[in-house]
């Protein structure tokens, strides 16, 4: 079963195989706003920081792991949020018994499966179309988080139609598919150089970049596949 569910500007699809767990998400999504949103009430320079930032003492869980995510790609925390978010709801639905649980927060998606999954890949006007990652069974919390410069509401200083980093930390996953897309320009080469900013970073698994009709990966990626794309499905507001 799946759930599109609305909380201020955090929109997410939450699939599970029961209703239950899908309640435990959106209990985990309350409660992660609502430390995220008291702790920078005490640090208001950590919404508004693109750079590097170190919490203050007695931060939540929730500013910790954004800061640190994002320290290792050399950006702000803020970068990381929905990545986080998503992935402590799966940590809580995990926690409570469910072996199959996905939560996509606008393209940032922590999941555990214990299924094969297609992951739709979406690069806005980019005519790279109708593709998709199988992702194979895991009892671990990983993540497949992408940003981009010409879809969605999120701030991106580069050209990329899709970043997309994998990691089994979804904070990095999320903060670093932002370094990505901002490092990308336009042309193959930018692509290829676009990647670096990646390379190097322990726990990042592998790496993908549309530009137009420009692809470059790097790393280990998942299976790809041709796949009719349900843009139905994509969490967006």
């Known amino acids: 079963m799946q759930e599109l569910y609305r909380l201020k500007e955090t929109i997410v699809t939450i699939k599970a195989d029961k209703q239950e767990y899908i309640e435990v998400a959106k209990k985990s999504i309350i409660s992660s706003r609502n430390l995220l949103e008291h702790y920078i009430v005490r640090d208001p320079y950590f919404k508004i920081n693109l750079e590097p930032h170190e919490c203050r003492e007695n931060a ?3 500013a910790l792991r954004m800061a640190n ?3 290792k790609v050399g950006i702000g925390p803020m970068s990381a949020v929905a990545g986080t978010i998503s992935s402590f709801a799966v940590e809580a639905m995990k926690e409570a018994g469910a072996t199959y649980a996905v939560v996509d927060n606008g393209g940032d998606i922590a999941y555990i499966t214990d299924r094969a999954l297609h992951v739709g890949i979406y690069a806005g006007a980019s005519p790279v179309k ?7 069974p895991t009892r671990d919390v990983k993540g497949i988080c992408t940003s981009s410069g010409t879809v969605g509401p999120s701030i991106s200083f580069g050209m990329a139609d899709a970043a997309i980093v994998f990691s089994n930390n979804v904070s990095l996953a999320d903060a670093a598919a932002t370094a990505l897309g901002n490092a990308t320009d336009i042309g193959p080469a930018a692509v290829e150089e676009a990647f670096s900013i990646v390379k190097g970073v322990d726990e990042i698994e592998g790496a993908m970049v549309i530009q137009g009709e420009n692809v470059g990966m790097w790393g280990k990626l998942p299976e790809i596949i041709r796949s009719k794309v ?8």
Do not use: M
Request: proline share 5%.
């Open 60 to 62: 939540p869980e929730i």
């Open 69 to 71: 995510a994002s320290q």
């Open 130 to 136: 109708d593709l998709a990652f199988v992702i194979n």
């Open 230 to 237: 349900d843009y139905d499905c994509i969490t967006k507001g």
